[in-house]
């Protein structure tokens, strides 16, 4: 990936280290795709044609359209359409997501309701029952979490990760991208490092807290190390207690893993839901999200 990327202008550090470019690692899917951010915008129209396809709704002739999908939802029985109605060559905001979905089996977790919906995340919403987790996801589930204090006009997925690698110095391998696919490998590996640094009281000199975080929510009711004992140890923690912080972090994990909360395969993209689940609570309020029925998350 290093020689390919050399020539273009996504090439940079880790791409042009030595250490990168001799590095036998196997590239997941959702780590290539954040290697390339998606900035690019579903429209409102192209959206529609997805739900329509999505609620099975009879195609006419010729096949769908934005007109006559966004037409055809706006006269359901229970209309589906934003306030003001359809504009189909609009890009899509989130909140605007979550008012066209309010009369179906939908949800989306809005976590920035300014932000734009990329394809990526209309498709595995509507498809398959889920939204796929991406690396901002992640950022504003660990402040959420941490109980951090929000920032003037709330938390965004980009401030939550630059709150993430500043205060942790956590980085996701090739740069956080808000929008990448948030996969299995990228979950553990930062979420081990910041677990270690609050067991170890080093995380966060600058903070309350004797120098580390106290997280606010369970992460799961069965687990036997929660969120809640990472965070207690103070500064002076002995080194010999290294080996005893790996084990619970490691059988933090454990639990996670055995509770089906993160899939098996290190490739695998982890669910919105699934988030939700570890901390015992929505990222934010409004309505839950449906059941996720018997759906299994992708393996890319």
Known sequence: MAGLLQNSPFYRKPFSSEEFQKSNVLVTIAKARGVFPVEDAITQGDFAILLVRALNLPAPKGGWNAES???????????????????????????????????????????????????VQAYSLLFQKFEI???????????????????????????????????????????????????????????????????????APNKPGNGSFALALPVWSQSQTGFSEFGSAGPQAQPDAASKRNKQVEAFLNDLRHNGLIPSSRCATISTLALRAITGSQLMGGDPPPPASNSIPPED
């Open 133 to 203: 987790a991406t690396e901002g996801h992640f950022g504003v589930f660990l402040v959420k979490a941490l109980g951090v204090p929000e920032p003037a006009g709330g938390w965004t997925k980009q401030t939550a990760l630059d709150f993430v690698q500043k205060e942790f110095g956590i980085d996701s391998g090739y740069g956080w991208s808000p929008n990448a696919p948030l996969c299995v490998e990228t979950f553990e590996n930062a979420l081990r490092k910041i677990l270690l640094q609050l067991k170890s009281g080093s995380a």
């Open 69 to 119: 999908t966004t037409q055809t939802l706006a006269s359901q029985p229970a209309p589906i359409a934003p306030p003001g109605g359809w504009q189909i060559n609009a890009p899509l905001k989130e909140s605007v997501m979550a008012q066209i979905l309010a009369p179906t089996v939908f949800r989306n977790t809005s976590i920035d309701p300014n932000i734009t919906v990329t394809p």
